[in-house]
């Protein structure tokens, strides 16, 4: 049964969903009550999520961080590339965290809270928070309070980003309140947990770090909150993640893969959508990044200016495609982001005691991740801007966040600049001479007025089922912590 559960939910998170669930013989999603348990339903909503922040959501978030570009001689991902979304944009994604990752990890959460299992309920409460956290960053306003009710509500009002947040961090409090450290989970059970293996320090350290994750978040709309929060942790000796949350077990062969491999690569049967945008490119070339071999596949590689899809010169064919790997992992958080959050949160509260040295370890394990070291680059181009300003240390450290998340957590570096206007905007496009490598430009086919993608449209699977939808607004409209 568990394999069939993991199995079918990889399957379904990948984008196999206009399969109906009852052609099949079992229904993972809702097994019957005398086999739902918490080590079934656990790993399928991680899978679940981890399906949809590192598949779609990871191509919408990677190309309006431009990190690549659709490519001139296609046009699988134009919409995106111009921001020209429509509210059937990313249904799949909306219905499946809500009615696969949320759901099982609401009946795991249940079954585990009356069996006074805690440490399943931890596990099961953070990685609910963790997702919806995801959904209100991107959406504003979402079900929460009245979500995941079942038949007994079936159009649950929409809670403002705050209140969101607010029950959050109650939830993750309450779940961190309990016994979860008495005994260690047993070999079976440490199979179900699919991101630490049963490592209830790891847990332990995920819910510090998701804490801070949170408050930073709130830096510039609740700053009086986001400080006593953080000061908080830190008062507390919370001890913060120091190895990568996600999944890095995927395999190289169909529906085992990393879910954007899967759905850019393997499901389209070409690598050639995307493309290596100059925005990055000229980034990593300014600053002699080893990196770009790992992305791109050179040291000079060819490249396309941020959304000149229409563009009918021949040579935009040999831009380079932008390098995925079926075994690339999904983060949820990663050791370099963690890191670097901690930086961040020592220079705005702690007059920057330690900012450096974290900055160090967050640049050194983005590095890692490619199987790279920084070298020399830590005591040159990235050195840590020690006797600058508040402003000059953040974009240090926010500018490197955005280049440690190509390929294994895209979706992060659109969230962090609408939160902090890092990387800057350029007030010119990438073809200009003055043009300052890195910058943000507007796409070339953009149809919003010159104005940036800063949210998501609420799906029509939702608009249509529920009369509690808000009224649409624009994808220019920051959400509620957002610059």
Known sequence: MKKILILYIVLL?????????????????????????????????????AGQVGGEYA???GLWSEYFTQSAFASQYRTIDAYSMVSSDNNTCYQEMYRSALSDYKKAQDLSETAQDWKFYLMSTLMKAYTFQVLVDLYDMIPYSEALSGSSNLQPKFDDGYSVYEGLLVEINTALSKDYKSNPLNATDAKSDLVFGGDMDAWERFANTLKLKIY????????QEAQQGIEALYSANSNFLESGAGISSFQDKPNYSNPFFEQNIRRLNTPDNLRASRTFVSWLQAHNDPRIVSYFGSLNPSTINQGDYSNPDPALGGAAVFVQHATDPVWFI????????????????????????????????????LGLTPGAL?????????????????????????ASFPGTHDLEGFLERNRTGYPKTSPVYSTDPSYIPGQIVYSKNGVTGGLFPKRMLFPNIERSRNINTPAEVPITQKVWWGL
């Open 59 to 61: 191509i919408n978030g």
């Open 378 to 402: 830590l005591a040159g181009h990235y050195a840590y801007p020690v006797a600058g300003s508040f402003d000059a240390k953040l974009e240090a450290i926010i500018v490197q966040k955005w």
């Open 216 to 223: 930073l978040r709130m830096v510039n709309a609740k700053p």
């Open 13 to 49: 998170a990948l984008g196999t969903g206009c399969k109906k669930i009852t052609d099949y013989n079992v229904d993972p999603n809702n097994p019957s009550s005398s086999s739902a348990t918490p080590q079934l339903l656990f790993p399928s909503a991680v899978m679940s999520t």
């Open 334 to 369: 990663s050791e370099a982001e963690s890191y670097f959050m901690q930086a961040e949160a020592r220079e705005r509260y702690f007059a920057g005691a330690g900012a450096k040295e974290l900055y160090d370890k967050a640049v050194t394990a983005a590095f890692a991740q």
